[in-house]
């Protein structure tokens, strides 16, 4: 009989040790609350935030392609305009015209 006393006192503090264990680790997770309020708060909120974020950084980039592209084909049309000017050529006749009669033209020092 005492052994079986004696085995009934072992299962009694595992089972309170389990149990007091077990509360302290409740009580941790609840402490973390306790200690800083509305830590779980606004979670969601950033979230969409970092996510409008992404979504302006892939904005951002597909407007800086455009915007080199188009820089591109500006300096193309800045170096055909200046050879145009510099040859007196272009696919405007008309241009080509003002530009031969302004060179054609006696510049006079003073005026």
């Not at 509305?38 to 970092?50: A, L, P, S, W």
């Not at 592209?69 to 080509?96: K, M, W």
């Amino acid at each position: 009989m005492h052994s079986i006393q004696k085995t009934g006192i072992e299962h009694a503090r595992k089972t309170i040790f389990l149990g007091v264990f077990v509360c302290m680790l409740a009580g941790c997770q609840s402490a973390q609350r306790a200690v800083v309020p509305g830590v779980g708060d606004g979670i969601v909120e950033t979230r969409n935030d970092i996510a409008k974020l992404g979504d302006g950084q892939t904005d951002l980039a597909l407007t800086g392609q455009r915007i080199e592209g188009q820089s591109a084909d500006l300096a193309t049309g800045i170096e055909n305009l200046e050879r145009a000017i510099s040859d007196g050529t272009g696919d405007d006749g008309e241009f080509a015209e003002i530009l031969r009669a302004v060179r054609e033209r006696a510049i006079t020092e003073g005026q």
